[in-house]
């Protein structure tokens, strides 16, 4: 099946409309209130094919990872169903932000979006544009967890992981995946490294490797912006005590991409141990988070996708 199809077939949901205010492909200024999708999907596809073809030349400056990003961006939100509420999008943002502007990608203008569905997952794209879904909000318990997730997700962005990937795929053809995937204008294998959002898994996985170096700068970035890091073992026993009890559901997706996460498990538990000294006086949670969460449970129920 024509890659494009089966994104369109996976992320169809009742309900779903255009891109709503707060997601990360917004022209609109740093509150995260405003999204601009582009207008002519094939133009955006055709440019990541050129920025793919200066990378192949000398290797994807910031520049033009961020004009990747945001092209992405746009046509991810064109596909997902997102979480138009300004409320939980300001939260969102404002915490993201608190944590990235801790980074040494500092400078990168961050975008973070809400998807409006219960799977519990999340995902970021080169540039500082990072989704998190709502099933991620419902199920996190404080703002540590929350915090933890989105850290996560921030380091991918601080160490290119994306970038590096594409890379080290054949030059120009990068390009090319990301805009078949996206556009449906042409079949080639090198889609295999583009994007699937359909289970809001974005370009190839992460090796094992990514996620700890991920794990390991997220815990480090969540110390930094004054958050306990705690809630990051705390999340990832909560979805791993679902996985077994109910052997899927809405945290099976997370399992999928994210590969090794009881060993990561293992790890982040050991990176505790290690600097327990440090947490003295780093929150755990925040009035804003709680009233996020009462907000959150005031909004209708996400979409249920269809076939």
């Avoid at 089966?6 to 990360?24: C, E, M, N």
């Avoid at 290797?59 to 945001?70: K, L, R, T």
């Avoid at 746009?74 to 939980?88: C, E, G």
């Avoid at 380091?155 to 390009?175: C, L, T, Y």
Wanted: proline share 4%.
């Amino acid at each position: 099946m024509n890659r494009a199809r089966h994104l369109r077939q996976l992320v169809r949901f009742r309900g779903a409309t255009a891109p709503p205010a707060g997601s990360p492909a917004s022209d609109h200024d740093k509150t995260g209130t405003t999204m601009t999708p582009l207008s002519q999907p094939r133009r955006a596809a055709f440019g990541l094919v050129a920025l793919a073809a200066l990378g192949a030349c000398g290797g994807i400056s910031q520049q033009q990872e961020v004009q990747m990003g945001a092209e992405t961006a746009a046509q991810v939100n064109a596909q997902l169903p997102m979480l138009n509420d300004a409320t939980i999008n300001a939260y969102v943002n404002s915490l993201g932000r608190s944590i990235a502007q801790r980074t040494s990608r500092a400078d990168l203008d961050w975008r973070f979006a809400v998807v409006n569905s219960e799977v519990i997952n999340a995902f970021a794209l080169p540039g500082g544009y990072v989704y998190v879904n709502r099933g991620v909000l419902t199920n996190a318990s404080n703002e540590s967890e929350l915090a933890g997730v989105l850290g996560h997700e921030i380091e991918h962005v601080v160490r290119r992981h994306s970038v590096k990937q594409m890379e080290q795929v054949q030059g120009a053809n990068v390009g090319v995946g990301i805009a078949c995937a996206l556009t449906g204008i042409c079949q080639n294998s090198a889609a295999q490294a583009a994007i699937q959002v359909g289970g809001t898994a974005v370009f190839a996985k992460f090796s094992r490797g990514d996620e700890v170096q991920a794990d390991e700068g997220g815990f480090n970035n969540l110390i930094a912006a004054g958050i306990n890091p705690t809630g990051m073992l705390t999340f990832f026993n909560k979805l791993l005590a679902e996985e077994q009890r109910s052997g899927g559901g809405a945290a099976s997706a997370w399992f999928s991409d994210h590969p090794g996460t009881q060993d990561r498990i293992a790890d982040i538990q050991r990176m505790l141990n290690e600097n327990s000294g440090r947490f003295n006086g780093l929150r755990m949670d925040s009035q804003a988070f709680q009233s996020m969460k009462a907000r959150l449970r005031q909004l209708p129920p996400a979409p249920r996708a269809t076939q």
